[in-house]
């Protein structure tokens, strides 16, 4: 689809207009800037303020709340919003088929999501650890016993109430921290809620499972334990412990919601965490990524497979329209969850950002216009007009280089 400067220019709101009159944006598939690169700030920048400024500050979430829904509510619910997150626009990028098909990813997610949550995935709580350090410390090795028989789980229920005792609280479903007869009562309570006689094996295993979840502590494999604590290790090693210095005062794990108002599409973002000016210089996304990448050759590789930079282009558009502040910064935090389980914080570059921004803008018009028409084409969208899908292939330049000569001897 062709993109005239008007359409675009109608859907970047608060953002430089007078790089877009002062030129043509994104014709014949040059691309131009939404603002000079020099206004990004760089790795350089946020360290110089991080050195000059120890103070911090805390940001109250209904002061961002500008021109859109800014708002801590859980992943489940952001899941459930019918609005059009950056999944479905990269899914865009790759054919309108593909967006078709990509509607019901959010409700997929949240099943499987439903599906997972007994299991422990090392990504995913590494994810969390990284925003919320204290985790680190929250996960054990629970000893092997069979939950088949009496002795196994009356030993395991002794060896939970230990825990629980040794710690001196135990953890509510909203991570307030309950006192230890409170949490045997709860233990008890589930149990009878469920009818089930403390004597019997059913009513001792939903005794058992109860103080589990309530001494706030994750059951985990050696291995598993033993991951951890070697990133905790480097995560606060990494920068002489920039990394906790930067997520000070952040916000985790918001969402929020606006509509964009050249496209009229209601869209939702929920950055892994969001940081502001006060604390580190610049309004900043901070995305988190746990990959099994080898190197960082490899991660930035799969960010552009991906499209990344689409997601987090998205991610600075709606945030600066939503609180009415300029987030002109993306941070991104790669957890390897391979050997030797390193960190890398990365601070992303203006170009890649820019090409995130025209990524996103051009997928969201692509949509709008197969939506007016209610056509979503596949591969065949590639195809020159009148040449019925017939599409000129071209591999990519890296294949066209010399081939090596062959000297065969006798």
Same mark, same amino acid.
């Given at each position: 689809?062709?993109?005239?400067?008007?359409?675009?220019?109608?859907?970047?709101?608060?953002?430089?207009?007078?790089?877009?009159?002062?030129?043509?944006?994104?014709?014949?598939?040059?691309?131009?800037?939404?603002?000079?690169?020099?206004?990004?700030?760089?790795?350089?920048?946020?360290?110089?303020?991080?050195?000059?400024?120890? !103070?911090?500050?805390?940001?109250?979430?209904?002061?961002?709340?500008?021109? /859109?829904?800014?708002?801590?509510?859980?992943?489940?619910?952001?899941? /459930?919003?019918?609005? !059009?997150?950056?999944?479905?626009?990269?899914?865009?990028?790759?054919?309108?088929?593909?967006?078709? $098909?990509?509607?019901?990813?959010?409700?997929?997610?949240?099943?499987?999501?439903?599906?997972?949550?007994?299991?422990?995935?090392?990504?995913?709580?590494?994810?969390?650890?990284?925003?919320?350090?204290?985790?680190?410390?929250?996960?054990?090795?629970?000893?092997?016993?069979?939950?088949?028989?009496?002795?196994?789980?009356?030993?395991?229920?002794?060896?939970?109430?230990?825990?629980?005792?040794?710690?001196?609280?135990?953890?509510?479903?909203?991570?307030?921290?309950?006192?230890?007869?409170?949490?045997?009562?709860?233990?008890?309570?589930?149990?009878?809620?469920?009818?089930?006689?403390?004597?019997?094996?059913?009513?001792?295993?939903?005794?058992?499972?109860?103080?589990?979840?309530?001494?706030?502590?994750?059951?985990?494999?050696?291995?598993?334990?033993?991951?951890?604590?070697?990133?905790?290790?480097?995560?606060?090693?990494? /920068?002489?412990?920039?990394?906790?210095?930067?997520?000070?005062?952040? !916000?985790?794990?918001?969402?929020?919601? *606006?509509?964009?108002?050249?496209?009229?599409?209601?869209?939702?973002?929920?950055?892994?965490?969001?940081? @502001?000016?006060?604390?580190?210089?610049?309004?900043?996304?901070?995305?988190?990524?746990?990959? /099994?990448?080898?190197?960082?050759?490899?991660?930035?590789?799969?960010?552009?497979?991906?499209?990344?930079?689409?997601?987090?282009?998205? *991610?600075?558009?709606?945030?600066?329209?939503?609180?009415?502040?300029? $987030?002109?910064?993306?941070?991104?935090?790669?957890?390897?969850?391979?050997?030797? @389980?390193?960190?890398?914080?990365?601070?992303?570059?203006?170009?890649?950002?820019?090409?995130?921004? *025209?990524?996103?803008?051009?997928?969201?018009?692509?949509?709008?216009?197969?939506?007016?028409?209610?056509?979503?084409?596949?591969?065949?969208?590639?195809?020159?007009?009148?040449?019925?899908?017939?599409?000129?292939?071209?591999?990519?330049?890296?294949?066209?280089?010399?081939?090596?000569?062959?000297?065969?001897?006798?």
């Amino acid at each position: 689809m062709e993109l005239s400067k008007e359409m675009i220019k109608n859907s970047m709101p608060n953002l430089h207009l007078a790089a877009v009159e002062e030129k043509e944006l994104f014709i014949a598939g040059d691309i131009d800037y939404t603002r000079p690169l020099k206004e990004y700030p760089t790795a350089q920048t946020i360290i110089e303020h991080i050195s000059q400024n120890e !103070k911090t500050e805390h940001i109250y979430t209904k002061d961002l709340n500008v021109n /859109g829904i800014c708002i801590q509510d859980s992943f489940e619910k952001y899941l /459930g919003n019918p609005a !059009k997150s950056s999944g479905m626009f990269k899914s865009a990028l790759k054919t309108p088929m593909h967006y078709e $098909f990509s509607k019901d990813g959010d409700k997929m997610e949240l099943e499987a999501l439903q599906g997972r949550k007994n299991y422990f995935e090392l990504g995913e709580f590494l994810h969390q650890a990284i925003l919320e350090p204290t985790k680190f410390g929250r996960v054990l090795v629970e000893p092997k016993q069979s939950l088949a028989s009496t002795a196994g789980v009356e030993a395991l229920t002794e060896f939970w109430m230990d825990v629980i005792q040794e710690q001196g609280f135990g953890v509510d479903e909203n991570g307030e921290e309950i006192p230890v007869p409170q949490v045997l009562e709860f233990a008890v309570i589930a149990t009878e809620t469920l009818k089930q006689p403390l004597d019997k094996m059913p009513g001792k295993k939903t005794y058992l499972a109860t103080l589990k979840k309530l001494s706030g502590m994750e059951p985990v494999t050696e291995e598993n334990f033993l991951k951890i604590q070697i990133l905790k290790k480097h995560y606060e090693a990494y /920068g002489d412990g920039v990394l906790k210095r930067l997520l000070k005062h952040s !916000k985790r794990e918001i969402s929020m919601y *606006y509509t964009d108002p050249g496209t009229g599409f209601d869209v939702k973002i929920r950055p892994d965490a969001l940081q @502001f000016e006060e604390n580190i210089g610049c309004n900043a996304i901070i995305s988190v990524k746990s990959s /099994g990448i080898e190197d960082l050759r490899a991660f930035y590789y799969q960010a552009a497979k991906l499209h990344y930079d689409l997601s987090e282009g998205m *991610y600075q558009e709606v945030a600066t329209a939503v609180t009415g502040r300029d $987030f002109n910064t993306t941070i991104m935090v790669m957890l390897q969850t391979v050997a030797p @389980f390193a960190v890398a914080i990365l601070v992303w570059s203006a170009e890649d950002i820019e090409m995130g921004k *025209y990524k996103y803008r051009t997928a969201l018009n692509t949509v709008l216009e197969c939506e007016q028409k209610q056509t979503f084409p596949g591969y065949d969208a590639f195809a020159e007009s009148g040449n019925f899908g017939l599409i000129q292939m071209e591999l990519p330049q890296w294949n066209n280089k010399e081939i090596l000569p062959t000297n065969i001897e006798n």
